[in-house]
Every structure is written in C-alpha cells, then in structure tokens.
C-alpha cells in the first residue's frame, strides 16, 4: 500500500511535525485504517494507524521477530506443538495469535478471543488470513451475559474493571461486551478442549480460570501462559497471587509454575512477584521438558 509505505517513511524520518500530521492523516484518510504489518513467517497483522500503538509497529515493518514480548513468544515457541488445539484469551492487534498459528501449522486450532469492538475490524482481518483459526468477539469470564469494558486510550489495556490511572491513560470510556464461560463452550463443542492458552486479560485471569475449571482440572490439562499484575488484579479486589493459587489447588493438574524471564529462562516459581509472566505446566507434561526437570 502505498500510502503505508509513505507514512512508514515519514514517521523514520524524524522530522519536526510528524506526530501531528500522522494524527491529522490517519484520521481521514480510510485505507490507514486497515493496513498490513509483517513480521517473519506470519500471517499479517492488519492495524488501525489511528491508533500510536499501530503507528509504532508500522515504523519498524518489516519485523523479523515480534515486536514486543518476545521472551513470551519464545517459551511459546518451546511448549507449544504442531496440532495443539490453542487459545489466544485476551488477543488484542494478534501479534500472538498470529505467531501461535504458525506454531501449530495446519493440523492445529487456534480459537481467538478479544471483547473490545474498537479493534475486531482489523482483528477480523487478521484471523481471516489464518486458516486455522476463529475469532470469538466476547471475554471470557466466570459469567455469562453482558459486561461494561474500560476502554482507556491505550487500548492495550482494556478491561472488565476501571484500574487505568486517567492522568496517565487518559479517561477510559465504557462500552458493552458479551461474557461467556469457557466450560460452556466447551460443552457446546463451540471450542475444542485445549492443549495451551494464552491469557492476558488486565487482571481478571482469574475470572478466566474460574470458568473453565472443568476444562482445567483434567490429568491432561492444558499448559497455561498468563500474567500475574497486582496492580490490575486490584482493580477487581483480588490478590496478586490469587490465580495462581486457583490453578495451584485444582487436584488433578498438579500445576507446577515457572517464571518468564526477559532472557527466556524458566526458573520454578516459589516466591512469585508481584508482577510476572508465569507459565503453569501440568504435572503430566512437564517430562516433556527435561531442562525444566
């Protein structure tokens, strides 16, 4: 596209103005609104150049590797297999979704999961160039039926409570989503049971895990990969450690838990931080790792 290509120049180039003419630009000119972002082997990631986050990943376009979290994309990268049944829980832009469908190739299923309607139209886009994979526009929650999402500037952090700080990321506006429990999807055969998840959802992963407790208490449960953030876990009036000692209680896993370093170690988790990405690994599967033995 060549209007992409030219703005991609403009916003490298450093020259005095460029924030202010981008945001005038991409206001009105439509074809910035859904624009393509490579990166590697991946399916492209479209995006809304309205958006700062957006403009940010079209600077550096073409990615050779993800353009942030990588140690995250890494320890995916690592435990997640060819044909794995996959979920993608709170997926933003699609950076790992994207990343995570290439992972499990042709024979796998990739279930996308991303309540915040002011990204769907380029996020449907995105999924529509995975031929693995679905999108389901609702949260997953410990309900079901309507919910109000806070919708701050940085969409990067929407979620089912108002915990953004308004002098940092603006006002956060309220729009209505729909909550479904991942049990009953399971049940309906909506998704099938999975083999890895992905969970980054502002605070409420414990919600998440309390409505699919069927689907994670199993000897096969799935391998988790979620976030631990005291500061949004507060927003709804739970603990820092609260899911992962959900996790840690349920009998038949027998989770065993690792921290995701910036450097891509794995140390067990005994003391957990206030904030941490933590990778939850059932005991069934964790011979499959000998370096985490």
Not at 97 to 121: C, D, H, R, Y
Not at 155 to 175: L, P, Q, R, V
């Amino acid at each position: 596209m060549i209007l992409a290509k030219a703005l991609r120049w403009y916003l490298r180039s450093g020259l005095r103005g460029r924030t202010r003419l981008t945001a005038v630009a991409t206001r009105y000119l439509t074809p910035l609104w859904s624009v393509p972002i490579r990166i590697r082997d991946c399916a492209p990631v479209y995006v809304d150049l309205r958006s700062s986050q957006a403009q940010y990943l079209l600077q550096g376009e073409p990615w050779t590797r993800a353009p942030r979290e990588q140690a995250e994309q890494d320890v995916m990268r690592r435990v997640v297999s060819r044909g794995d049944v996959v979920l993608d829980i709170g997926a933003n832009v699609g950076l790992h979704a994207v990343f995570l469908s290439s992972l499990i190739g042709p024979e796998g299923k990739l279930f996308v999961f991303e309540p915040n309607a002011t990204l769907l139209s380029t996020l449907r886009r995105t999924v529509r160039g995975m031929k693995n994979a679905s999108l389901h526009a609702y949260g997953l929650s410990d309900q079901t039926g309507s919910r109000t999402l806070f919708v701050p500037a940085d969409d990067t952090k929407a979620s089912f409570a108002d915990w953004t700080d308004e002098a940092i990321d603006g006002k956060a506006h309220e729009a209505v989503c729909e909550q479904r429990r991942l049990d009953d999807l399971v049940r309906e055969e909506t998704i099938a049971a999975p083999d890895f998840i992905k969970c980054d959802v502002e605070g409420a992963e414990l919600l998440v895990f309390r409505g699919g407790q069927t689907a994670l208490d199993r000897p096969d449960a799935p391998i988790v990969l979620f976030e631990v953030n005291g500061h949004t876990a507060e927003g709804f009036g739970f603990a820092a450690l609260d899911a992962k000692e959900f996790l840690e209680k349920l009998p038949a896993p027998r989770y065993r838990f690792f921290e995701i370093r910036s450097d891509g170690t794995l140390p067990r988790i005994y003391t957990l931080k206030r904030w941490s990405n933590v990778l939850a690994i059932p005991e069934s599967k964790v011979a499959r790792f000998p370096e985490l033995q």
